[in-house]
């Protein structure tokens, strides 16, 4: 039986072609990820501006990641491909990449707040 596709208006795709600080990125990476909310994203970036240490806010990053992207264009070296939802894949991404994924997830959460009302 083949699967239809119903789209619920959220679900996001983009192609990162910069960090998230302007600078290019090596190569450029399609992400489709779910926006956070408002909230989500307001407690992410407190939370990350006020991390005690760069570990903490790696593991930050990487939560937001892992609960937002569903897929993406990153594979191994050997072309497998590398699983948004799995923390240790995630971080094996180059920081450049993280930040322009974080980027675009914080900076929906206020596209998907005026949507709904908020």
């Not at 501006?49 to 897929?71: F, P, Q, T, W």
């Not at 050997?78 to 971080?91: C, E, I, M, Y």
């Not at 094996?92 to 596209?111: C, D, G, N, W």
Request: glycine share 6%.
């Amino acid at each position: 039986m083949p699967r239809i596709a119903v789209k619920d208006g959220l679900t996001r795709e983009v192609t990162l072609t910069e960090a998230d600080e302007g600078e290019p990125l090596v190569e450029s990476c399609t992400i489709k990820y779910r926006p956070a909310t408002t909230a989500v994203a307001m407690a992410f970036d407190y939370d990350f501006y006020h991390a005690s240490s760069g570990e903490k806010r790696a593991a930050l990053l990487i939560d937001l990641i892992v609960g937002h992207v569903i897929g993406w264009d990153f594979a191994d070296e050997d072309g497998n491909p590398l699983s948004p939802t799995d923390r240790k894949a995630v971080s094996r991404i180059p920081l450049q990449y993280l930040t322009a994924m974080r980027h675009s997830i914080v900076k929906s959460a206020f596209e998907v707040g005026k949507l709904l009302g908020n």
